[in-house]
């Protein structure tokens, strides 16, 4: 019975993974041409960013970045602000996901300086960020975050796991107890929370703290993980 179980979950996923690659096979070859004449006709700066958005689906990261640029350049008005911003965004996400991470922290510091609360560019940017051990410049941009949206428990676990790596414990700890009463049983709040604990000496809190991350998240990835997935060489700021 357990077998069977196990062949069905795979089926399913292999099923929805299929589904997925013909879904953005027919968005690439059949919805985009409509959508870029439409752009290059009407110089239709939104249809471009959605032409983008289906080229970087589609893995055609050159191209996508081509659209996006052509944005960037003509798209000069105050009307057009946020046809530049969603641009500079995904740019952002295209340069991340090659591996040109130099040109990928630009594009998602000019999101952050105009949208200081943009989690998703802030989640990336920081990832950079501090696989790089570029923990100086990166405060700002998470304080800026905290202060846009004071009631997401993100950015307080983002400088928890920042000054934590600075050795500011006693900050750390209490922007983690912060992230904790924000949001309760968060699994990234807790693993933060853990990690502090065990470079404080507090070996039984981390080992609890610990439990309860998994106990919300039974394969959370620690923060080094996640970064060694970018193959960055490590930069340590002055």
């Known amino acids: 019975m357990f077998k069977k179980i196990v062949y069905l979950v795979v ?8 589904i997925e690659r013909v879904r953005v096979a027919i968005l690439d ?6 959508i870029y004449l439409q752009a290059q006709k009407n110089e239709d700066y939104k249809a471009y960013i959605k032409c983008a958005q289906i080229k970087i689906l589609a893995r055609d990261y050159e191209r996508a970045e081509t ?15 946020n046809e530049k911003q969603k641009a500079f965004f995904y740019l952002g996400n295209s340069y991340y996901e090659t591996g040109d991470y130099e040109n990928a922290l630009k594009a998602f510091a000019v999101v952050l300086k105009n949208d200081p609360g943009n989690r998703k560019a802030l ?12 923990y100086v410049s990166l405060y700002p941009f998470i304080n800026a975050y905290i202060k846009a949206k004071p009631k997401d428990s993100f950015g307080y676990t983002e400088n928890c796991a920042l000054l934590t790596r600075v050795g500011k414990y006693n900050q ?11 949001r309760r049983g968060s699994a990234r709040a807790h693993y933060d929370y853990a990690v502090l604990y065990d470079k404080m000496g507090f070996k039984d809190l ?9 106990a919300q998240q039974a394969k959370i990835k620690s923060r080094e993980e996640l970064e060694a997935m970018l193959e ?3 930069k340590t700021e002055p």
């Open 67 to 81: 659209l996006l640029l052509t944005v960037l350049r003509n798209a000069t008005t105050q009307e057009h602000k």
């Open 172 to 182: 750390a700890r209490r922007f983690c107890q912060q992230a904790i009463e924000i």
């Open 29 to 34: 070859k059949c919805v985009f041409p409509s």
């Open 206 to 214: 981390a080992r609890d703290e610990m439990k309860q991350a998994k």
């Open 11 to 18: 089926l399913i996923i292999l099923s929805l993974c299929v």
């Open 123 to 134: 989640k990336k940017f920081a990832r950079i960020k501090m696989a790089k051990e570029e």
């Open 232 to 234: 960055i060489d490590k």
